[in-house]
T-cell receptor, first 112, second 115 residues
Framework: DADVTQTPRNRITKTGKRIMLECSQT?????MYWYRQDPGLGLRLIYY???????NKGEISDGYSVSRQAQAKFSLSLESAIPNQTALYFC???????????FGPGTRLTVL | AQKVTQAQTEISVVEKEDVTLDCVYE???????LFWYKQPPSGELVFLIR??????QNEISGRYSWNFQKSTSSFNFTITASQVVDSAVYFC????????????FGKGTMLLVSP
């Protein structure tokens, strides 16, 4: 089984809808991250959490919110989706700043 | 702030050619980590290597090799005798030694290997 899972893997939604992307990990890591990938822009950090009680904004947090429900679960929400949030979203985990981040398989989100 | 530059947006080679992917980084910190990830057409991100700033030894893993040079702030990745399966987007990334650091990614280089 995969160590980092993301659900859903693909999602098409309409402008204005609320949507939640979920991430779960079995690696026992404290730290979890959400990134988005747009063609030609690489990966940009949306939010990150160093433990259950810690939430931090990343480079592009506007329009997004997160919830760290447990050590193993980190959800990303789009309260009112807009078309320019169409992207590939990745969750990642690691155990410390020096540690390698391991990524989930990604969620392809399309906002019409 | 940290920055990672992958100047090559796209590279096309023919199978069995050697190819080097460039990565230049900027940071004021003296201790940091550098990474390479591979993203094949299937979309997942695969970790390839991590190097710390203390260790400038080059590393070889099969057909892959990495050249880390602090003097030029570069961490280049060479694929020897490229194969079609090497076709992917490759990302270089940097994190600081600080426990509160996050990863900074370059924009990626798309490598296309033709048969």
């Amino acid at each position: 089984d995969a160590d980092v899972t993301q659900t859903p893997r693909n999602r098409i939604t309409k402008t204005g809808k609320r949507i939640m992307l979920e991430c779960s990990q079995t690696k026992g890591h404290d730290r979890m991250y959400w990134y988005r990938q747009d063609p030609g822009l690489g990966l940009r950090l949306i939010y990150y959490s160093f433990d259950v009680k810690d939430i931090n904004k990343g480079e592009i947090s506007d329009g997004y919110s997160v919830s760290r429900q447990a050590q193993a679960k980190f959800s990303l929400s789009l309260e009112s989706a807009i078309p320019n949030q169409t992207a590939l979203y990745f969750c990642a985990t690691n155990s410390g700043g020096k540690d390698t981040q391991y990524f989930g398989p990604g969620t392809r989100l399309t906002v019409l | 702030a940290q920055k990672v530059t992958q100047a090559q947006t796209e590279i096309s080679v023919v199978e069995k050619e050697d190819v080097t992917l460039d990565c230049v980084y900027e940071t004021r910190d003296t201790t940091y980590y550098l990474f390479w990830y591979k993203q094949p057409p299937s979309g997942e991100l695969v970790f390839l290597i991590r190097r710390n700033s203390f260790d400038e030894q080059n590393e070889i893993s099969g057909r892959y090799s990495w050249n880390f040079q602090k003097s030029t702030s570069s961490f280049n990745f060479t694929i020897t005798a490229s194969q079609v399966v090497d076709s992917a987007v490759y990302f270089c990334a940097l994190s600081l030694y600080s426990g509160y650091s996050t990863l900074t990614f370059g924009k990626g280089t798309m490598l296309l290997v033709s048969p």
